[in-house]
């Protein structure tokens, strides 16, 4: 359509532009004859009969002022005045039809006015439109035929290519439609050329490594968080089936301390895991502020001192302020001091300091530390990378994971380093710009 509307608008152009050439070549014709015949009439001396100077010029005739003819050229010997309008300025050009010379062709005339010394004459000279017409006739036949033929080239080339090209794009769809979940290792074969379908099919199998990767984190996040849940809940049961099979010798408040530790494992379970849920879906709610960060970390440091099995050195703590959400960033300190109080020996010792651009929090533990290629990996969901992060201990694997949405989602930075003995974590978090 866009070819046929464009080629539609030069064929227009074309013949206008053909047409108009050749109508300025007659009327300069025109005009050189006319130009003749006033040099030869402008002494008064008229002859009779007018022989043309030029073979295209069609026909002469000259008139009075009264319209009386004077006199002619043979083609239009004895005919009445041939143009009735009285002629404006030294040369006016018109095109008339219905002249009563030749077969009802246009005719191209043109005329002016001489002043004599019998009196004012009209000079017409006039030429026959009829070679232009067949040659416009000719043009408009040509593109006539010849557009439908370049519109079906044109189409047929255009089909055939984009068919072409498209048919890489429908071998790809197909094989992406073949593949399910269970089936995500497939990839699509990769053409051998790099061009835009090469890199569509490049782009298309690297969000198929991604969708396999986050198939296979999902899937072991389930496992996980299943089997998280069900050992709390299993351990409940089996308290409670133990005392209701000796209801006599149970001790029932001692029985009940122990299913309610297992269900508050399980409610921290559940917590832990709606929190990462809505840091995934970005629905978490922030109320963000100006936070002293000190009163943060020793509040937290006062409240597991009185039930830590090791010494909680907070000697270190400095003020600090930071923008953040007081209750998020107080879960995220729990969550480390936790997790050095449960790895330590003897002691944990919190640092806090400030510069012009961040608050920095350390927390150390004497404990075994974490191996170089496990720093990274201890901040995943779910993960224990040695035996002293067992179930048993308490630990679910989700603590540094919430440690790491929260402090990341706060503009800050949190990493594992060694302590010699023990474990170093570096938490930094921006300070409010005003």
Excluded at 45 to 73: E, M, R
Excluded at 99 to 110: E, F, H, K, Q, T
Excluded at 227 to 238: I, T
Aim: net charge negative; proline share 3%.
């Amino acid at each position: 359509m866009v070819v046929g509307i464009a080629l539609g608008v030069t064929n227009v152009l074309l013949v206008v532009e053909v047409k108009a050439s050749q109508l300025s070549g007659v009327d300069r014709a025109l005009r050189l004859e006319l130009n003749s015949l006033v040099a030869a009439t402008s002494n008064g001396s008229i002859p009779g009969t007018l022989q043309l100077t030029s073979q295209d010029t069609s026909f002469i005739q000259i008139v009075n002022a009264s319209g009386h003819v004077l006199a002619s050229s043979a083609s239009v010997q004895g005919e009445s005045r041939i143009a009735a309008f009285a002629p404006k300025g030294s040369g006016d050009f018109r095109t008339l039809s219905n002249l009563p010379i030749g077969s009802g062709d246009s005719y191209r005339v043109a005329a002016t006015i001489v002043s004599t010394s019998g009196g004012s004459i009209i000079i017409y000279v006039g030429e026959s439109l009829e070679a232009i017409t067949h040659s416009v006739h000719a043009i408009l036949v040509g593109l006539l035929v010849v557009d439908p033929i370049l519109l079906i080239i044109v189409g047929s080339t255009v089909w055939w290519l984009i068919g072409r090209a498209l048919s890489s794009v429908e071998a790809i769809r197909t094989e992406v439609e073949d593949i399910t979940a269970r089936a995500l290792e497939r990839r699509i074969t990769e053409p051998t050329v790099h061009d835009e379908i090469g890199r569509l099919a490049v782009t298309m199998n690297a969000m198929l490594e991604r969708l396999e990767a986050s198939s296979r984190r999902q899937r072991a996040f389930v496992a996980d968080a299943s089997h998280e849940l069900r050992s709390p809940l299993a351990a409940a049961q089996s308290e409670l089936e133990v005392s209701l099979s000796h209801v006599a010798s149970t001790d029932w408040p001692d029985s009940a301390r122990i299913v309610l530790g297992d269900i508050e494992r399980v409610r921290r379970i559940v917590e832990d895991l709606a929190i990462l849920a809505r840091s995934d879906e970005q629905t978490t709610e922030w109320n963000p502020r100006s936070v002293d960060l000190d009163e943060l970390v020793l509040r937290e440091c006062t409240r597991l001192q009185r039930i830590a099995r090791v010494t909680i050195d907070a000697s270190s703590v400095s003020g600090a302020r930071v923008a953040g959400d007081p209750e998020h960033l107080g879960r995220a300190i729990r969550n480390l001091l936790d997790n050095a109080v449960r790895h330590a020996r003897q002691q944990v010792s919190v640092t806090l300091s400030q510069d012009s651009e961040w608050a920095v929090l350390e927390i150390r533990d004497d404990g075994t530390g974490v191996s170089v290629e496990d720093r990274d990996r201890i901040f995943e969901r779910f993960v224990r990378v040695d035996q002293s992060r067992a179930r048993s201990s308490g630990g679910s694997g989700l603590g540094l994971a919430i440690v790491y949405e929260i402090v990341m989602a706060h503009g800050g930075t949190v990493e594992v380093t060694d302590a010699r003995p023990g474990a170093r974590f570096i938490v930094r978090l921006p300070r409010p710009t005003s």
